[in-house]
C-alpha cells in the first residue's frame, strides 16, 4: 500500500515539474504566435493578441489533455496556427474589413476548425491523416517555417507594420537598430543555450536575454522606458481576472454582426488549418509512442484537440496542436500522465494573472527572434539529400511545389496541391510495382491432392493447359495495362486462366471491365478463368467476391469458377484434366490389394500371404484415422473414399490443410518406416475403406516372407521419394 502510494506521488511531482517546464517553453512562443497574427490587424491589438496567446495555452492545457489518451502530450498554440491565422488576417486587412470584425473572424475561426477536428475524429478520420507522405507534410512545415520567418522580419527589425519582409530588407533607413539587437541576441541566445545547459529551456532563456538587452539599451534612452505609444513591446494586458473576463465575453458580445456568408467563407481555411493542426499533432504523438513504447488512440486525440480549440475560441484564445518541443521537454523533465498536460494550463494561467504587467514590457523584437529560430527549426534540410539519388528527384520536387505554393499564393492552395500530389504519389508507387506476383505453369503446381504415379505423369504432360498468376497490390485504372499485358499471351491456347488474388488490396470498376474481357475471349474457345482466395474483408471494407457478383464477372456464365483457396482450384483443374470427379469416384467400387498401384506387378500366391497380413478397417466421414503424437506403427492404404492430414498451427485451435489421399493409394508410411509418433492428423473426409499393416505385422511378414517384406518397403520408398521430386519441383517453380 505504501510502495502504492509512494509511486503515486512520484508520478505527481514528475507531472508538476514536467508541466512546469513545459509551461516556460509554451508561454514564450504562445505569446509570440499570438503578437504575430494580431498585430497584423493594427500595432494597437499587439496586447490582444500576446491575451489570445496566453489564454489559448490555458485553455488548450486543461481540456485537451485531459479528454485525450496519450500521456506526457502538451497542447499550445503552434507556427501552422500561426501561419494561417496571420495570413488569413492580412488578407481580411487588404479586403478593408474593420478590426473589430477581423478579432471576431479570427475567434469564429478557430471555433470552426475545432468543430472540424471534432467531425474529423468521430469520422475516424484520424487513423488517415498521419499517412499522408511524407513529402507532402516535409513541404508543408517548411512552407509554414518560411512565411513564419517572413512575417517576423519586419518586426525584428523595428520596421512599421505592414511593410513587407522583402521591403523591409532594402530599406536599412527604416530599421530600428534596438529592436534588430534584441531580436539577434534573443535568437543567438536561444540557438547557443542548449550547448550550455539543457536545465533550463532555450526560449526562456532567450527571452531573457531580450529583455536585459532592451532595458540595457533604454538606459541611454528614457523614451524606451515609456509604455504608451512604444512600438518595440507588447503593450499593455490588463493582467487581472477582470480584465480577462472582459477578454473572453467582450467580442462574443458582437457576434451576431457577424454574417452566414461570412461563417461560409471560413469553412476552406477552417478544413486547412484543422488538417495541420491534426498533423502536428499526430506527428507529435506518433513521435512520443515511439520515445515511450505507447501506442495513442488518433481518433480519440482529435476529439480531444477539437474540444480543446473549442474551448480556446470561447475564451478568446488562439487555436493550437500537440506541441513537439514542449512535449519532449515535459517528458524530459519527468512527465508521467496527462496530468502535466493540464500542469501546463494552470501554470500558464497562473503567469499571466501574476505577470500580466510585466508580460506587457516584453520586446516585439525578442519575441520575432524566437519565431524566426523557431520557423528555421521547422525547414526540413534534410530533404536535400533527395536531390542525391535519381529515385527521389521527384519527392523533392514535390516538397518544392508545396513550398512554393505556400509561401507564394497561400497556405490554403498549398493544402490543396497537398492533397493533388498525396493522389499523384499513391499512383505513381502503384504504378513502379508490379501486379504480377509469380506466374507459374501448372505442371509445376500441383494440388495437394496426392495423385497416383500415372495420374502425376498425366497431369506433367498437359501442365501447358494451364498458368497460375497470383497478383497483389491494387488492380485498378492505373495498373489495367500492366495486367492485360501479364494476360495477353495466355488468352490463346491456355484451356485454365487462374487468377490467385489472395495478397490484392483493391479492385476498381476498370480491372473488373478488363476481366470480364478476358473472360468472354476464353469462353469464346471454350476455356475457363478460375478465381481463387477472393479478398472478402479488406482494409477498406469491400468484399470482393460481393463486388465481382454485382458486376456480374463471375455470374454470367459456366466459364468462370470461383474457389476459396489456390489448392481447391488447382485440384479441380486436375480432375478436370483426369476426367475424374468426386461423384465418380464415390461410386467405384473398394479396391482389393493387387488394385492398389504399390503392389501392382506383384506375384498373386505373394499377395495371399499379404493379404493375410492386412486388416481390413471402415472410417466414417470426419472420423479421425489418427492424431498427432500417436504412435507410427500402421502403414494405411486406401481402397475408398480420401483422407486428408492437417498440422496442428500455433495455439492448437486450427489445423493447417498439407495433403490429401484417395483411392488406390496409401499413407502414414514415413512415420511407418522410421517408428517415430505422428507428427500430424489424418482425418477422413469421406466414407473410407482401408488396408492397414500394423508393425508387428510387418515384423512377422518380414520372418516368413523376407522378399516379400523387402518389396512392400521398397515400393513404399520408391513412392515417397517420388512424392519428394515433386514437391521439390514446385519449390523451385515458385523460387523463378
Not at 479586403?95 to 474529423?120: D, N
Request: charged share 20%.
Amino acid at each position: 500500500m505504501e510502495l502504492a502510494i509512494k509511486f503515486r506521488n512520484d508520478k505527481l511531482v514528475g507531472d508538476f515539474w514536467g508541466g512546469a517546464a513545459a509551461m516556460l517553453v509554451a508561454l514564450p512562443s504562445a505569446i509570440a504566435f499570438g503578437v504575430t497574427i494580431y498585430a497584423a490587424i493594427g500595432p494597437a491589438y499587439a496586447g490582444l493578441g500576446a491575451l489570445a496567446g496566453i489564454l489559448g495555452a490555458t485553455a488548450l492545457g486543461l481540456v485537451s489533455p485531459a479528454l485525450g489518451g496519450t500521456n506526457r502530450l502538451i497542447t499550445a498554440p503552434c507556427a501552422p496556427a500561426a501561419a494561417v491565422l496571420s495570413a488569413f488576417a492580412i488578407e481580411l486587412v487588404h479586403s478593408g474589413v474593420a478590426p473589430a470584425s477581423i478579432v471576431l473572424m479570427l475567434t469564429a475561426l478557430g471555433l470552426v476548425s475545432g468543430l472540424v477536428q471534432l467531425m474529423l475524429g468521430f469520422m475516424g478520420i484520424g487513423s488517415l491523416i498521419k499517412y499522408i507522405p511524407f513529402p507532402v507534410v516535409s513541404g508543408y512545415l517548411t512552407g509554414v517555417g518560411l512565411i513564419i520567418i517572413g512575417s517576423q522580419i519586419p518586426k525584428f527589425l523595428g520596421v512599421a507594420s505592414g511593410t513587407t519582409w522583402w521591403r523591409a530588407l532594402i530599406s536599412p533607413e527604416l530599421w530600428r537598430w534596438e529592436s534588430a539587437l534584441v531580436g539577434a541576441v534573443t535568437a543567438a541566445v536561444m540557438i547557443i543555450a542548449p550547448l550550455v545547459t539543457r536545465v533550463v529551456p532555450a526560449a526562456i532563456l532567450g527571452l531573457l536575454a531580450g529583455i536585459v538587452t532592451y532595458f540595457g539599451i533604454a538606459t541611454t534612452d528614457e523614451a524606451l522606458l515609456v509604455m504608451q505609444g512604444n512600438k518595440l513591446i507588447i503593450g499593455p494586458l490588463g493582467g487581472t481576472a477582470a480584465s480577462m473576463l472582459d477578454a473572453i465575453t467582450g467580442r462574443w458580445q458582437e457576434i451576431g454582426e457577424l454574417k452566414l456568408s461570412q461563417i461560409g467563407g471560413l469553412l476552406g481555411t477552417a478544413f486547412t488549418l484543422a488538417v495541420l493542426l491534426s498533423i502536428d499533432t499526430l506527428k507529435t504523438a506518433v513521435v512520443l509512442d515511439a520515445l515511450t513504447r505507447g501506442r495513442h488512440d488518433s481518433n480519440r486525440e482529435l476529439i480531444a484537440q477539437g474540444l480543446g480549440n473549442v474551448a480556446s475560441a470561447c475564451a478568446g484564445g488562439m487555436p493550437g496542436a500537440g506541441q513537439m518541443g514542449a512535449t519532449l521537454v515535459n517528458l524530459a523533465s519527468g512527465g508521467q500522465t496527462r496530468a502535466s498536460g493540464v500542469v501546463e494550463g494552470v501554470l500558464a494561467l497562473i503567469a499571466f494573472l501574476a505577470l500580466g504587467s510585466f508580460i506587457a514590457w516584453i520586446p516585439v523584437g525578442a519575441l520575432a527572434g524566437i519565431l524566426i529560430v523557431v520557423g528555421f527549426r521547422m525547414i526540413d534540410r534534410q530533404s536535400l539529400h533527395l536531390l542525391e539519388s535519381p529515385w527521389t528527384m521527384l519527392d523533392f520536387i514535390v516538397i518544392v511545389a508545396v513550398v512554393a505554393v505556400a509561401v507564394g499564393y497561400s497556405l490554403i492552395a498549398a493544402s490543396a496541391v497537398g492533397v493533388a500530389l498525396a493522389m499523384f504519389l499513391f499512383i505513381r508507387e502503384q504504378l513502379s510495382s508490379t501486379v504480377i506476383r509469380s506466374k507459374i505453369d501448372g505442371g509445376s503446381r500441383f494440388s495437394k491432392r496426392v495423385r497416383l504415379r500415372q495420374h502425376m505423369e498425366t497431369l506433367e504432360q498437359n501442365g501447358g493447359q494451364t498458368v497460375i498468376l497470383e497478383l497483389q497490390g491494387s488492380l485498378f485504372f492505373g495498373t489495367k495495362d500492366q495486367l492485360y499485358k501479364a494476360l495477353e499471351p495466355e488468352l490463346r491456347d491456355r484451356k485454365y486462366v487462374v487468377l490467385d488474388l489472395r495478397r490484392v488490396q483493391s479492385v476498381d470498376v476498370t480491372a473488373v471491365h478488363l476481366l470480364s474481357q478476358v473472360r468472354d475471349s476464353l469462353s469464346a474457345r471454350d476455356a475457363y478463368l478460375v478465381f481463387s482466395s477472393l479478398p472478402q474483408n479488406l482494409p477498406n471494407g469491400r468484399n470482393i467476391a460481393e463486388f465481382f457478383d454485382q458486376m456480374e464477372l463471375t455470374t454470367t456464365t459456366e466459364h468462370v469458377k470461383v474457389f476459396a483457396g489456390l489448392d481447391d482450384a488447382v485440384e479441380w483443374i486436375e480432375d478436370q484434366i483426369l476426367g475424374e470427379s468426386q461423384v465418380q469416384l464415390a461410386d467405384l467400387p473398394a479396391l482389393e490389394v493387387h488394385d492398389l498401384e504399390i503392389f501392382k506387378d506383384r506375384k498373386e500366391e505373394t499377395l495371399i500371404d499379404l493379404v493375410e497380413c492386412l486388416d481390413r478397417r471402415s472410417v466414417a466421414k470426419e472420423e479421425k484415422v489418427y492424431s498427432f503424437g500417436d504412435p507410427g506403427n500402421e502403414l494405411y492404404l486406401i481402397r475408398k473414399g480420401a483422407v486428408r492430414i492437417t498440422l496442428p498451427m500455433a495455439g492448437g485451435s486450427s489445423r493447417y490443410h498439407t495433403l490429401t489421399y484417395g483411392r488406390g493409394d496409401f499413407f502414414g508410411g514415413m512415420a511407418f518406416l522410421s517408428q517415430m509418433t505422428r507428427l500430424n492428423d489424418a482425418t477422413a473426409i469421406e466414407d473410407t475403406e482401408l488396408f492397414v499393416l500394423r508393425r508387428e505385422q510387418f515384423e512377422r511378414l518380414r520372418e516368413e516372407h523376407k522378399r516379400l517384406a523387402v518389396q512392400i518397403v521398397e515400393a513404399v520408398a520408391k513412392v515417397l521419394a517420388l512424392r519428394l521430386r515433386y514437391a521439390d519441383k514446385e519449390l523451385l517453380a515458385l523460387q523463378e
